[in-house]
């Protein structure tokens, strides 16, 4: 069996707060504590959690644009964790990004053309002869487009040539950052449709950050989930949408709107239940994450953080609910 593509291992970013006026340390904020995941060739990871999650910020460390606390990041065989800019630029030709806003992801001053000759240049195998015409083509805009600027496009427009621009040195991973979060419903759908029929063409892996579990359920083989800066569970991604074990997922699943109204207003009286049920108030270190506001938290959650153990969808959960395998030692 082949090694993963992307493997991430006991990730851990740490920032450090504003100065204080008074004396003393500043503050540590730990947005990524502990993550380890893989992602194989060709397959889309989808990471998902509420705002603060970590999600992004894991994201953007295997891009290099945080520096990891510690942990490893492997991408093709190489730790790229920490890597200088000179080394990175050489061995990660291969990683490439979509933001979520695609009115400020491209410089409005650079017509079309210009932006993606600018992103083949950097390809030394010339990958398949693309130029800026032939990419626009690849995202279903016209070719004629390509001396115009940014500014004369709409929303879902710009996200396609933000999504050419890292097609263009034929990438073997693509970190999509909210991609769709700042359209339209009616555009996210095309993009999320154009994202999948590129993968399946280029043979791409994605990993594929958003909040809205719906859309990374359609495009993904795997769905990870974060609270806290730590995974939460991890398995296909039809089952822990449909069977989700950890009591976090079954909240983000439940606050899925449905267009049936008697079953939403039943789902909205279930989540009510499960948030009103759950202990009231912010948790301090140490323990499970989430026990502030599970509620099926008990005096284990309170103190010993859960590893992640076998889930009964056949992917895994860090939950005390679940037995955990032989030799597992909680933290």
């Given at each position: 069996?082949s090694?993963?593509l992307?493997?991430?291992?006991?990730?851990v970013?740490e920032?450090t707060?504003?100065?204080?006026?008074?004396?003393g340390p500043r503050?540590v904020f730990?947005?990524?504590?502990g993550?380890?995941?893989t992602?194989?060739r060709?397959?889309?990871l989808?990471?998902?959690?509420?705002s603060?999650?970590?999600k992004t910020?894991?994201g953007?460390?295997?891009?290099?644009?945080?520096?990891?606390t510690?942990?490893?990041i492997?991408f093709?065989?190489?730790?790229?964790a920490g890597?200088a800019p000179?080394?990175?630029?050489r061995?990660?030709?291969n990683l490439q990004?979509?933001f979520?806003?695609?009115y400020?992801?491209?410089n409005?001053a650079l017509t079309?053309r210009?932006?993606?000759?600018?992103a083949v240049?950097?390809?030394a195998?010339?990958?398949?002869?693309?130029?800026?015409?032939?990419?626009?083509?690849?995202v279903?805009?016209?070719?004629t487009?390509?001396?115009r600027?940014?500014?004369q496009?709409?929303?879902?427009?710009?996200?396609?040539i933000?999504?050419a621009?890292?097609?263009?040195?034929n990438?073997?991973?693509?970190?999509?950052?909210?991609?769709?979060?700042?359209?339209?419903?009616?555009?996210?759908?095309?993009?999320i449709?154009?994202?999948?029929?590129?993968?399946?063409?280029?043979?791409?892996?994605?990993?594929?950050?958003?909040?809205?579990?719906?859309i990374?359920?359609?495009l993904s083989?795997?769905?990870?989930?974060?609270?806290r800066?730590?995974?939460m569970?991890?398995?296909?991604?039809?089952a822990v949408?449909?069977?989700?074990a950890?009591p976090?997922?079954?909240?983000?699943?439940?606050a899925v709107?449905?267009?049936?109204?008697?079953?939403?207003?039943?789902r909205?009286?279930?989540?009510?239940?499960?948030i009103?049920s759950g202990?009231?108030?912010?948790?301090?270190?140490?323990?499970c994450?989430?026990?502030?506001?599970c509620p099926q938290?008990?005096?284990?959650c309170e103190?010993?953080?859960?590893?992640?153990?076998?889930?009964?969808?056949?992917?895994t959960?860090?939950?005390?609910?679940?037995?955990a395998?032989?030799g597992a030692t909680?933290?």
């Open positions: 069996m090694e993963p992307l493997t991430i291992d006991d990730l970013v920032f707060g504003p100065r204080r006026m008074f004396v503050p730990r947005a990524v504590d993550v380890s995941l992602i194989d060709g397959e889309t989808g990471l998902v959690g509420e603060g999650s970590g910020t894991t953007r460390a295997v891009l290099g644009l945080v520096t990891p510690s942990g490893r492997d093709e065989g190489h730790d790229i890597i000179t080394d990175r630029g061995i990660i030709r990004v979509v979520q806003n695609p400020s992801s491209l409005p079309v210009t932006i993606l000759d600018e240049s950097v390809a195998d010339g990958p398949d002869g693309r130029d800026a015409e032939r990419l626009l083509e690849l279903g805009l016209d070719r487009h390509a001396d600027y940014p500014h496009f709409s929303g879902g427009q710009r996200q396609r933000a999504i621009r890292a097609l263009a040195v990438p073997r991973l693509v970190v999509c950052d909210e991609p769709v979060s700042a359209l339209d419903v009616s555009t996210r759908g095309q993009i449709n154009l994202l999948e029929d590129l993968r399946e063409e280029f043979a791409m892996a994605y990993l594929f950050i958003a909040h809205d579990l719906t990374v359920r359609h083989h795997r769905i990870a989930v974060m609270f800066g730590q995974l569970e991890v398995g296909d991604a039809d949408a449909s069977e989700p950890h976090y997922t079954r909240s983000l699943v439940a709107p449905v267009p049936d109204p008697a079953r939403q207003r039943q909205r009286t279930e989540r009510a239940r499960l009103a202990p009231a108030g912010a948790v301090g270190p140490g323990g994450p989430f026990r502030g506001r938290a008990h005096d284990t103190t010993v953080r859960p590893v992640m153990r076998p889930a009964p969808h056949g992917g959960v860090a939950c005390h609910l679940y037995p395998e032989e909680d933290r």
